[in-house]
């Protein structure tokens, strides 16, 4: 098993904290409304249990890891089958898809056939594979080929697979960048949406690259959504809005990700895992370490 480069594993590290961070808020915005997210105040709960999303990117770390930073798509299919865990919030769809996966059906098969053939566009190709684009960030050519070629083990549709791709090449650019300043956001949004293909994830990104500095959270996830609809258009534009933003800041970048409201999450496990790329997250707060919940070892074993 091949040791985690340092910059996967900051990744990795980021996307959990966003993951179990941001899947408070459901709760809280629900019981206390806005005031908590107002003063800022940190979830109470003694330990802050990661999701699905985090559950998915350890999945792919590991077969990462086993394979020389390099995807076997069919065995990285029946360790995400094998990591299905009802607890950790998968949804109905994709529970479903690793259910039938696990249980010997072909999984191309049963991806491409979900929802008329068109397959799901969903956003979970994209919330585990920040740490894949930190892996890769030499080549950013690798990076968004790996990115594609992990997505359509579980997302067929061409949105999410491209969701999916401007998160990791996102990841790659932060690493990059590391001991640098951060570039702008306007510059750093463009040189993610001008490799990916024409679709709606690159045009949610010139977007975003568009808007004034001055934007505030709230207008920026009701123009390029949060999430809401759960799918890579419109999520990733938003999330990486908010990364590109706060590049030098993983504790300023996962707030101001949860005043977007929408699939808290999920975003913050993307914003979490690009800026971490870049900063590690030793700058977060000592009671967040002691709050989330810890990662399992990186077995090769524990992939299935």
């Known amino acids: 098993m091949t040791a985690l480069p340092t910059a996967v594993r900051d990744s990795l590290h980021g996307l959990a904290f966003g993951d179990a961070f941001g899947d408070r808020w459901f709760g809280i915005l629900r019981r206390d409304g806005e005031a908590p997210l107002a003063a800022r105040t940190p979830p109470a709960e003694e330990t802050w249990h990661w999701t699905d999303d985090t559950a998915q990117a350890l999945v792919l770390v590991r077969?990462?890891?086993?394979?020389?930073?390099?995807?076997?798509?069919?065995?990285?299919?029946?360790?995400?089958?094998y990591a299905d865990d009802t607890h950790r919030g998968y949804g109905a769809s994709m529970h479903d898809v690793l259910r039938r996966i696990g249980a010997g059906e072909p999984w191309r098969d049963v991806v491409s056939g979900q929802f008329g053939g068109q397959g799901s566009w969903g956003n979970g190709?994209?919330?585990?594979?920040?740490?894949?684009?930190?892996?890769?960030?030499?080549?950013?050519?690798?990076?968004?080929?790996?990115?594609?070629?992990?997505?359509?083990?579980?997302?067929?549709?061409?949105?999410?697979?491209?969701?999916?791709?401007?998160?990791?090449?996102?990841?790659?650019?932060?690493?990059?960048?590391?001991?640098?300043?951060?570039?702008?956001?306007?510059?750093?949004?463009?040189?993610?949406?001008?490799?990916l293909p024409d679709s709606d994830v690159r045009?949610?990104?010139?977007?975003?690259?568009?808007?004034?500095?001055?934007?505030?959270?709230?207008?920026?996830?009701?123009?390029?959504?949060?999430?809401?609809?759960?799918?890579?258009?419109?999520?990733?534009?938003?999330?990486?809005?908010?990364?590109?933003?706060?590049?030098d800041d993983p504790h300023e970048g996962l707030w101001a990700t949860v005043a977007g409201r929408g699939d808290i999450d999920t975003t913050c496990a993307i914003v979490g895992g690009v800026i971490a790329a870049r900063t590690g997250v030793n700058a977060l707060p000592a009671s967040w370490h002691a709050a989330r919940e810890p990662l399992p070892p990186l077995r090769p074993d524990a992939a299935g």
């Open 63 to 81: 077969e990462l890891a086993r394979n020389a930073g390099a995807v076997d798509q069919d065995r990285l299919a029946r360790a995400a089958a």
């Open 203 to 247: 045009s949610g990104l010139r977007t975003a690259a568009r808007m004034p500095g001055r934007t505030s959270v709230r207008h920026a996830a009701e123009v390029l959504g949060s999430g809401y609809r759960m799918s890579g258009p419109d999520t990733v534009p938003f999330a990486l809005w908010c990364a590109a933003g706060h590049l």
């Open 125 to 195: 190709a994209a919330m585990r594979v920040a740490p894949l684009g930190a892996w890769h960030a030499h080549d950013l050519d690798t990076a968004a080929e790996l990115a594609a070629r992990q997505a359509v083990v579980s997302h067929h549709h061409p949105e999410a697979v491209t969701g999916a791709v401007a998160v990791a090449l996102a990841a790659a650019l932060a690493v990059r960048g590391r001991g640098a300043p951060a570039p702008d956001r306007p510059g750093f949004l463009r040189a993610v949406a001008d490799r």
